[in-house]
Each structure stands twice: as C-alpha cells, then as structure tokens.
C-alpha cells in the first residue's frame, strides 16, 4: 500500500475539482527539462513490514561506539554520562523539546530552564544566559549578529583557530544578516590565534572579535589578552567555550569576555550520530535585551508562592518581526535539561575532577604518541585535545585506525589544506591507559603499513 492514502477515486474527484483530466495535464505547467530531473530513481514502494526490515539492515552498518575506543575530537566527545541524566530526561512531564506555548502552566519545565540558566552563569561567569540554542555552530553566528547590532558596527574578526563548522554556520548567517566575516590568521608555532595580527585588523568599524577556549586545535588562547585589544578598540569580545574545560580554566568571564557561547554536548549528552546538540549562550547584563532565544525568569504568584515565567521571548514566532532579535533561535530544552542534571549531578568538585583527568589522559597519550613516531603538531599548551602529525594523508589514517577498532579526527586536511598530514585526537575521562597504548600501537602499525618493504 502506498504511503499517500489517497484512492484512485479520491484522486479523480480532486483533479474534476480542479478541472484538470489527468495528473500529466495538472502538472504540464512544469518545464520538461525539470520534469526529467526531478524524481529519482527510487527503488519501487515497500510494505511497512518491508521497510522496518530494510531500514533494519541498513542501520546494522552503522558501527556503534560501544565498538570502537573514542579518541575522536573536534567539538563532540565520547564521555561519561551518569544514569541520573538518562533517568530524569526520560521522564514524561519532560520528554519533549519544546517549549508549551501555554508556559507558565508548565511550572517544572520553566524551573529547569531556570536552573540551566544558572548553571550557566556560574560556569561561564556572565550575568544572564538564555535557556539554549540549536547548537554551538549557530550560537556563535547568533552571538556575532548580536555584537554587530549592539556595537552600531558591520565587521566580525573570527579567529582562524575556530572550529570550522563554527566559523561556516557564522560566515552563512552574517551574509544574510549584512555583516563581513574576516579571519584572524593563527600562528602556526603554537596554534594560537595571531595577537599582533589581530591587533593590526581591529579598527572602528569592528563590531566583535571571536575566539575559542581551548581553540580547534586544542590550544589554549589568551583570552585576557584578547579582550584588552578587542576593548580598546570599541569591539566587543565573544569567547567560544568547551564547557567541561572550565571546570579547571579561568571562566570567560574574568577575562572580560562580553558574550559566550559554547557547543553543550560535553553536558551529558551522547555524540549520536553528530546530535542532537546544544547551544549554550550567555552574556552580560547590558546586553540582556539583545539576546536572541528566550530567558525563564522567577517571581512570586498572586499568593506570595515561588512562580517561574518566559521573561523574555525574541524570536519573531512570539513578537513582531521587526523587534525580534532572531528567526532562528531554536531552543533545545530536553539537552538543556541534560546538562542541567549532569552540572548538578557532578557539582563544582566533580566538574573540575572530570577535565582534570581529561588533561591528564590528554597528556600521557601525547607522551605515548611520540614514543611510537606521532608528534604533536603545535607548542601550544593544550588541555585534553591535541593536533598530531602523522606519515601521509591525514583521512587514509582516520580509515585505518577505524578498521582497527579506534575513532580518532578528524583529518583537518579539508578544512586547512597545509594540514593535511595532522589529525585531532582527544582523551576524556573515560579513556583508560590500556585504551592510550592501544592506538599508539595501532598508529604504529599504520606508519609501518606505509614504508617500503626495505624499511626505508
């Protein structure tokens, strides 16, 4: 049976309606030449008990992690989730990602909201933060927008060390939005944005100045610094955060960052299959009324009791489009509500125990690399994620390592064509010595696979 439930009788009286003969003279209006591209050659319908069974086959060649040790990097990482997170998200009243149009009738949605919210502030050190975005790709385009408006200002200088898909998602919106998006080249000594480079870019049409902390390669910026350059030049700062790194790293905040943004996957959610994500943003106080999303507010009720409400809503699908600060906006309350439960699972202490064991393994896996030949590529301090360069294309060896049962990369040939031969790699917590020693012997054997047989 096919999907469209319509019969051949309801079709008929659908096209006498219309006053067509057949389907062919319905759509005839249709240009030939798009006609002949534009249905595929789809396989014939299947039944619903066809298709489960196809898509069933389909979905077993996909490899799961619970097969592959995860040393993978580059914004998603593979790392422990306690079973509180799972228990709670999965409850009923907060199984949905949406937000009830009726809020306030929806009192524990609004104070998870508002708790993330705080967490938030906490961990970032800013004054006020939404209740979350898509993701961290397009928080970071929403930041920048929002800097530009706020600043009277046309010109965005985005650090080269940005993770690309960032630096892509923002570069999309800001054509639209009427606002030039130009890089700040990074050293390729260290791996950190270029400081000097940057202070000879800024001028008085610069709206904001993007870093990440740690950077896409996995280096520490200095962000203090900066913020001083961005500052003296009227420009704002937005710093680009991974959540779990702040656990040991100053917060943004005290460096006088202006708005942060952050990919919250870390938070206690899984990598999937590359989502669902998690936009983290925060600001200061100043800057409240620019903020795209929405903000869970606290109060009292008519009776003096504890009452949360949506205090703020800025997207055009609540308000007038012309006082809307965004269209895109979307709020990932379900994540949200992960990351809540897993901040308040870990607390201050565990936070700080989970990045610091990340470092730890980070490190002694670049120690072992360099014993089996696999050199860091940068002098940069760096946390729990490093760049390694490694003999020949960076994707030949992500395919191998796979194969051999390890997840590693990305490859950043793709997106930095003078880095083809390097790849990310990234230790959390769960990552165990064993696990460490094992890619270093699979890389090992890859580096081996590619030498000539007389060695040299």
Avoid at 2 to 8: G, I, K, R, T, W
Avoid at 74 to 103: C, H, N
Wanted: aromatic fraction near 6%.
């Amino acid at each position: 049976m096919a999907y469209v439930p319509h019969s051949e009788r309801d079709r008929a009286e659908m096209l006498a309606a219309v006053g067509a003969a057949s389907v062919e003279e319905l759509f005839a209006t249709i240009p030939a030449a798009l006609g002949a591209t534009a249905t595929p050659n789809l396989p014939q319908p299947l039944t619903e008990m066809e298709l489960l069974a196809e898509a069933g086959r389909l979905a077993a060649e996909n490899r799961s992690l619970d097969e592959l040790v995860c040393f993978a990097g580059g914004g998603i990482y593979d790392r422990f989730i306690p079973a509180i997170v799972t228990s709670v998200i999965s409850r009923p009243e907060f199984v949905t990602p949406y937000t009830p149009y009726q809020a306030e009738a929806s009192q524990g949605t609004l104070q998870a909201m508002f708790e993330y919210q705080t967490m938030i502030c906490e961990l970032t050190g800013m004054d006020v933060a939404n209740a979350s975005l898509y993701d961290g790709a397009t928080a970071l385009a929403e930041a920048v927008l929002m800097a530009a408006g706020a600043a009277g200002r046309d010109r965005a200088l985005l650090s080269g060390a940005l993770l690309p898909a960032a630096r892509r998602a923002t570069r999309t919106a800001c054509e639209a939005g009427g606002v030039e998006v130009v890089e700040v080249p990074w050293d390729d000594e260290t791996g950190r944005t270029d400081l000097d480079r940057l202070a000879e870019m800024l001028g008085d049409d610069v709206a904001c100045v993007a870093l990440a902390q740690p950077n896409g390669f996995g280096v520490i910026e200095e962000m203090a610094a900066a913020a001083r350059l961005a500052h003296d030049a009227g420009a704002l700062l937005i710093a680009m955060v991974e959540p779990i790194s702040l656990g040991v790293l100053v917060p943004p905040g005290e460096c006088d960052a202006d708005i942060v943004v952050g990919e919250g996957q870390p938070l206690g959610l899984p990598p999937g299959f590359g989502g669902p994500l998690l936009g983290v943003f925060a600001c200061r106080e100043e800057f409240l009324r620019q903020m795209p999303g929405r903000i869970v507010g606290r109060t009292v009720d008519a009776e003096g009791a504890t009452a949360y409400c949506l205090t703020l809503q800025t997207r055009e699908q609540h308000i007038r489009r012309g006082r809307a600060t965004s269209n895109i906006c979307t709020n990932q309350g379900l994540c949200a509500l992960a990351a809540a439960v897993y901040l308040a699972a870990l607390g201050p202490e565990g936070l700080r125990e989970v990045a610091t064991l990340s470092a730890q393994k980070a490190h002694a896996l670049r120690d072992v690399l360099a014993e089996a030949g696999v050199t860091q590529r940068f002098s940069g301090s760096f946390l729990s994620e490093l760049v390694v360069r490694v003999d020949g294309p960076a994707d030949e060896a992500v395919a191998d390592l796979c194969a051999q049962g390890y997840l590693v990369g990305p490859g950043l040939g793709r997106d930095y064509p003078e880095l083809d031969d390097c790849l990310l790699v990234a230790a959390t917590e769960r990552r165990t010595r064993t696990e460490i020693e094992g890619l270093a012997a699979a890389m090992g054997r890859w580096r081996r696979s590619r030498m000539p047989e007389d060695g040299r």
